[in-house]
């Protein structure tokens, strides 16, 4: 049933080497990925940003801070991260100083020190 529909090879030598180079390189590639998210965690803990954003009379901004805002304020200085990776235990709506948390593959965390200033 399966081998007319090529869903299912025979098991020979060759067959099976295959599957075995398969994984090893999908080894490499998990470990490489794993190396690269470790050394993007150790340069983004502790970093500092700044963002420049406007805000009313009181200090208050007129939209939260996103994910969003906060990749391209990393991709200025050469940091590259996806935007669902980072979290807010709160929105950011104020001026001042706050911590975001970069939740990186591999479970790997960064905090990240933001400076929101108005413009």
Known sequence: FLFPQNLAVPATLQATRQVEIKKEREIK???KELKE????ATSLDGLEIEIE???NEVGKLYAAISGQDIVEALKKIGKKI????????SPIKEIGG???LVCLPHGFEAKIN???KAK
């Open 29 to 31: 590639v998990e470990k």
């Open 37 to 40: 998210a470790g050394r993007l």
């Open 53 to 55: 954003t406007k805000v």
């Open 82 to 89: 996806q935007p669902e990776w980072v979290g807010f235990s």
């Open 98 to 100: 706050h911590e975001v």
């Open 114 to 116: 933001l400076n929101i």
